[in-house]
């Protein structure tokens, strides 16, 4: 550039300077992501291996020594493990015959699905304690009423049920990825194999389930990932039953006297593992699955069920009972009465848990106000932030874009317990000191919104064609003017609902606020975690109701904008 | 009007050259039409002359400012060209008079106007009086590239730069799209470069046609030149069809094949040397009695087939003694069926000894 040549004539080197204007936003962005995603991974790591004495392994062989957290590292697995198998076995069947068949009540079966999977799972699993606790539980209640018998029907503080409320959370995963799948196949390569005479049967068996298979292996490992990091529901139901999950642990760690080393230690393997598990599903999707699936979509019919129409409304209807109807509605009945586990008299009724939640218990109102400064503002920056990125990415403004395309999905493999650590240690010590403030959890929620923006983003200017932008360039408008001009608008749906979805996740988010909150900055969904050890069960439910509330609004607004339904599932 | 100049450019893709040491010179005022099959780089060098790729080597001038070099591009914004996009790329937010409007906003001696004057005008001239508040979603294929041509044209760019703009069209608008362009060209003499797979249309368009093969210029001409003088192999079969004769030059203006000899259109072959001799297969004029004009070719054979495609016979003879068969083009109706003895006629004009490689 600082060769003359081109200034035969004078006025062209300075017009030359004048593109470099859009560099410093683009590098801005960049600088932040990395800040975002590298600090508190290199913290985390450092930590793990650091002691006064330079580099040790001590912490690490403190872990997994340590009989407890051995046991931690057995429950996750299991948990984990059955968890994705419960989820394959919700979601594949349920996918299936709302996809391809002719199952009466699919577009309800479909919104009751979309419903659990926005259903934050901490709020599942302190329904089903009211729903299975083995005392006072109205399902077991219920039980002891009808039979006379002493002994609980389920318990609900056990391993088991602790799989079974994560399973019918996570199966969503699974059934978003198997109907999308399933979406795709046009009924003609199935009629292709019955016209060369293979039955029902081996159809299912020999085209549409290979087809599938990626779909499905994918989507179990989604759920698995999911269990893996949740740390919600095994607080709820596992450190009752007295055993301990690896993300539960982690948070042990940190009460008093918190052992940091020996938490980053835990921590770095429950990230490798979500790592391994996502390289692993990322290979199969790529392999087969929508490549070969993909391409023109071609007509689909749906399959009769016959008989079979109503019991299999009525299998699905009871899935949805367990992970929707059943606990919004001990949540609404809690919401409203004095005490939830006794009759809906009208002595009963009240709406004192509504008062003394939003006017006269301070901690909530503050917590309501607090999820909602932080909601607000993590949106705004992470739909920001996320539509600049995937813009670099997608136009390849910058040389390294790739590498913010890796950085910007990596936080998926980050759990939030995992992540609340790294941002623990790396927010306690200068340069940046924000442990205490909202700064803190803003920044959370940031890194760990941002692989969601980020898709969602990529995917919307993935749908503007690049000569859109270079027809506004060549009529002599920059790149920043082109952005806001041509780019922005076009772009707007995609970042009005990627802005949902950033907000629907923070609102929800309970793992990392639970390491990173302090007295003055709790949010919502901490306060529904205290409020269970004191027994609060009315206030509990009259917040949870309101996040549902505030949750089922947002996608409504997102379902507008983008004319489609959040799972992706064609109507 | 300046001209533009492409001096040796060089870029490549992952290691591989999707333009190799390409120059080309178009002159000022001229429409030039880069022809060639897909991958041969035409679009490349298109998206380098417009400032969208860097190239790794060569530079580009336009009049005497110089646009591109491995060192400095000046920004496609700043280099008064305009272009039509295969995919049109009108900006479905924006009215079709806002989207003509575009590019004078941009320009801060424009006053409002005057610049409603000339979208009104130009919108006149590609004849879409009557659409200005509608959305492109809203119009027909037809329309919208009159737009896109609009939207093109209204900043009287220095260079216009169209990208297979009628790629997407039917045939029939296409031809009439043709002419279309051809019309504006006449009208504003823009200089102009016109990326196109399809011969006929660089043929209606250009005043000259720029062949290019594996990311090179390797002929440039008129449509005259390219299809009676060929250079190569490549142009001789990608810009019309041709008989390729393989022999050995037997003389300055001689080549023999066998006991086949063909004067050529040339006189200075180095007898001894391998040549490949194109002839037109319109060129060939064939008749069942053996009369021949004076001083052609005259080759004897046996017709093989002939088939009727309505306009035209298309004759395969093979030729006695060369071990060759020509395909003959003749006017309808069939005269001569398989098996029938012809003669075959050829001026010396009509036999282009190809004298590059490839």
Redesign the interface.
């Known amino acids: 550039?600082?060769?003359g040549?081109?200034a035969?004539?004078p006025a062209?080197p300075a017009?030359?300077a004048?593109?470099e204007r859009s560099l410093p936003v683009w590098a801005l962005a960049a600088l932040i992501l990395v800040l975002l995603v590298a600090l508190p991974l290199g913290w985390l790591g450092w930590v793990s291996v650091s002691s006064e004495r330079g580099p040790t392994l001590a912490h690490y062989a403190a872990a997994l020594s340590d009989p407890r957290l051995r046991s931690a590292l057995l429950n996750t697995l299991v948990l984990a493990f059955w968890a994705g198998a419960g989820a394959v076995a919700l979601g594949a069947p349920l996918a299936w015959l709302t996809a391809r068949t002719d199952l009466p009540g699919r577009r309800l079966v479909r919104s009751l699905v979309l419903a659990s999977f926005v259903t934050p799972p901490f709020l599942g699993a302190f329904a089903w304690v009211m729903l299975a606790g083995p005392n006072a539980g109205l399902l077991n209640r219920a039980w002891r009423a009808l039979t006379g018998l002493d002994a609980p029907l389920v318990d609900i503080f056990t391993m088991p049920g602790l799989i079974f409320v994560v399973a019918i959370y996570t199966f969503p995963y699974v059934y978003i990825m198997i109907a999308n799948s399933l979406e795709l196949i046009p009924s003609d390569v199935e009629e292709a194999a019955a016209i060369l005479g293979a039955g029902r049967l081996r159809i299912a068996v020999t085209v549409t389930l290979p087809l599938v298979a990626p779909a499905l292996v994918s989507g179990f490992i989604l759920a698995v990932l999911q269990a893996l990091a949740l740390f919600g529901s095994p607080a709820i139901l596992a450190l009752p039953a007295g055993f301990h999950t690896v993300t539960t642990q982690i948070w042990a760690l940190f009460q008093y006297p918190p052992r940091v080393e020996t938490a980053a230690a835990v921590s770095i393997p429950l990230l490798l593992a979500t790592a391994l598990l996502l390289q692993l599903q990322k290979r199969l999707l790529g392999r087969r699955g929508y490549a070969a699936v993909g391409g023109r979509t071609g007509q689909r019919r749906a399959i009769p069920l016959g008989r079979w129409r109503w019991p299999a409304l009525a299998g699905v209807l009871a899935v949805m009972a367990c992970s929707i109807l059943l606990p919004y509605g001990v949540l609404a009945k809690a919401a409203f009465t004095r005490a939830w586990a006794q009759p809906l008299t009208r002595d009963n009724l009240t709406l004192a848990n509504w008062t003394f939640t939003f006017f006269q218990y301070s901690a909530t109102r503050d917590a309501v106000l607090n999820t909602l400064e932080l909601a607000v503002a993590t949106a705004t920056a992470g739909a920001g932030l996320a539509a600049l990125l995937a813009y670099i990415a997608s136009r390849r403004v910058i040389v390294g874009h790739q590498l913010l395309a890796f950085l910007a999905l990596a936080p998926v493999v980050i759990p939030g317990v995992v992540l609340a650590v790294g941002l623990f240690v790396a927010y306690t010590r200068p340069p940046f000191v924000l442990y205490g403030t909202l700064w803190i959890l803003f920044v959370a929620y940031l890194t760990k919104e941002m692989p969601v923006g980020y898709s969602q983003s990529e995917a919307t200017f993935r749908g503007i064609?690049p000569?859109?932008e270079?027809?506004?360039?060549?009529?002599?408008?920059?790149?920043l003017?082109v952005l806001r001009e041509?780019t922005a608008?076009?772009a707007r749906a995609g970042i009005i609902a990627t802005w949902c979805f950033v907000f629907i996740g923070v609102i929800r988010e309970l793992s990392a606020s639970i390491i990173l909150f302090t007295p003055a900055t709790r949010v919502m969904s901490v306060v529904i975690f205290d409020l269970k050890e004191e027994g609060h069960f009315g206030a509990i439910a009259v917040l949870g109701l309101f996040m549902l509330a505030m949750t089922f609004a947002v996608v409504v607004v997102v379902q507008g904008v983008l004319g489609r339904d959040v799972l992706g599932v064609r109507g | 009007m300046p001209g533009v100049t492409l001096r040796e450019l060089t870029r490549r893709y992952g290691g591989v050259a999707a333009v190799e040491r390409l120059s080309l010179e178009v002159r000022p005022g001229e429409l030039m039409a880069l022809l060639g099959p897909s991958g041969c780089g035409k679009t490349t060098t298109l998206r380098l002359i417009a400032g969208f790729l860097r190239p790794e080597a060569g530079e580009i001038l336009v009049g005497d400012r110089r646009l591109s070099s491995p060192d400095a591009v000046v920004p496609p914004e700043r280099r008064r060209m305009a272009m039509i996009f295969q995919s049109y790329a009108l900006w479905p937010h924006l009215t079709v008079a806002q989207n003509v409007a575009y590019g004078l906003r941009l320009r801060r001696n424009c006053p409002r106007a005057e610049r409603d004057r000339r979208v009104r005008d130009m919108l006149r001239v590609v004849r879409l009086e009557g659409c200005e508040h509608r959305y492109p979603g809203e119009l027909s294929g037809g329309q919208q590239q009159r737009v896109a041509v609009a939207r093109a044209l209204v900043v009287e760019p220095e260079i216009l730069l169209l990208d297979e703009p009628l790629s997407n069209l039917d045939a029939n608008l296409r031809e009439e799209m043709r002419f279309e362009i051809r019309r504006l060209h006449e009208a504003f003499g823009i200089t102009t470069l016109y990326v196109t797979h399809d011969q006929a249309e660089a043929m209606v368009i250009s005043d000259r046609i720029a062949v290019l093969h594996r990311g090179r210029v390797v002929q440039v001409g008129t449509a005259q030149d390219l299809f009676l003088r060929p250079c190569s192999r490549f142009v001789a079969q990608f810009v019309g069809r041709s008989n390729l004769v393989e022999g050995v030059a037997d003389g300055r203006d001689v080549v023999a094949r066998g006991a086949l000899r063909l004067r050529v259109a040339s006189a200075a072959l180095a007898p001894g040397t391998p040549v490949t001799v194109s002839i037109r297969p319109h060129q060939i004029t064939l008749s069942a009695d053996g009369r021949a004009p004076a001083g052609a070719n005259v080759l004897a054979g046996v017709v093989r087939r002939a088939t009727y495609l309505g306009d035209a016979v298309d004759y395969e003879v093979a030729v006695d003694g060369g071990g060759v068969s020509l395909r003959v083009t003749a006017p309808p109706p069939v005269r001569l069926s398989a098996g029938a003895p012809v003669t075959l006629a050829v001026e010396p004009e009509a036999c282009v000894p190809l004298t590059e490689e490839d």
């Open positions: 550039m600082s060769r040549t081109a035969a004539r062209v017009r030359i004048g593109v064609h000569e859109l270079e027809a506004g360039r060549i009529l002599g408008a920059g790149r003017r041509i608008p076009l």
